[in-house]
């Protein structure tokens, strides 16, 4: 059976929404059919910038943080800055998605939805305002990196933005089966001290085969796969934070920083003294506009 690799990286925002604010973004229309039942194989993301995806068709579920979520058609998924997220085939199915990148200066998610308690990650939108929300993506997917509609694209992305706040609200998250869900609770609360698969499988008594097994019909990827993009969401944030190389791989689970270093550049085809520099200059460019884009 031919496996399709969906392509993995970090996408860059094409059009900058208004100089004075350091906001940028990309935005683009997805339909993959996966009728005949062979799902793609893909990484967990980790993206430098907030993602916001809007559901249109398919039967999938979202992995974002450390739980995941059933989807209908309407629902916008918000990952944030370095936060690890997936999307899940349940079954073959034609899946059709709106998907934006915006770069946020702070901490990558707007005041407007940052300062609710009742914040979630997964947002129902329905009759007007899912059209509503729905029209705009696609005008700011038509606005490109066209900077003559810099004004309108900015109008776009708070509308966007103020519907979210409108219909945030109780969290739906999915029922794993009883042989899952203890594993994934387990994997998110420990991810640092886990040194290996093999630990997991002496904990929960499971052979190797049997927990590849698990996590590939409930997540379509492997465990250690899961284990490392854990470990490397967490390290971009250390990073970001300021944590030197070595203690970002010590606070990993990483038994020396050359190895961190290596899986590291692997993924994201830079080493983290470089991503942490680059981070380090977004935060001086951030500090320089001052004050991010204001939303009613």
């Not at 997220?85 to 946020?104: Q, T």
């Not at 979210?164 to 609200?169: E, S, V, Y």
Request: proline share 6%.
């Amino acid at each position: 059976m031919e496996e399709r690799v969906m392509p993995y990286g970090e996408p860059v925002p094409t059009g900058t929404v208004e100089n004075t604010t350091g906001w940028g973004y990309s935005m683009s229309d997805c339909e993959c059919d996966f009728t005949d039942g062979k799902f793609p194989s893909q990484l967990p993301h980790i993206h430098d910038s907030l993602e916001l995806y809007f559901h249109l068709s398919g039967d999938v579920s979202f992995l974002v943080g450390d739980r995941v979520y059933p989807l209908q058609k309407g629902d916008v998924v918000l990952s944030r800055r370095h936060e690890l997220h997936l999307c899940v085939y349940n079954s073959p199915c034609v899946h059709r998605h709106l998907c934006g990148w915006v770069d946020i200066p702070g901490s990558g998610l707007p005041s407007v939805l940052s300062g609710r308690e009742d914040f979630f990650p997964v947002v129902h939108l329905r009759g007007e305002d899912e059209e509503r929300y729905l029209a705009c993506a696609k005008d700011l997917a038509r606005f490109g990196g066209d900077g003559g509609y810099a004004t309108e694209a900015l109008a776009c992305l708070t509308e966007m933005f103020v519907l979210l706040r409108k219909n945030t609200g109780k969290e739906r998250a999915e029922n794993y089966p009883d042989d899952f869900r203890p594993i994934l609770d387990y994997c998110n609360e420990r991810f640092c001290e886990i040194s290996g698969v093999e630990e997991i499988c002496s904990h929960f008594f499971v052979s190797r085969s049997s927990l590849d097994r698990i996590f590939r019909r409930n997540l379509r990827i492997g465990p250690k796969e899961y284990l490392v993009s854990r470990k490397m969401a967490y390290a971009k944030r250390l990073l970001t934070e300021g944590k030197t190389v070595e203690d970002t791989a010590f606070l990993c689970g990483f038994g020396d920083a050359s190895h961190f270093i290596a899986v590291f550049k692997k993924r994201f085809l830079v080493t983290p003294k470089t991503f942490q520099r680059r981070s380090g200059l977004l935060r001086e460019r951030e500090g320089e506009v001052g004050r991010p884009l204001p939303l009613p």
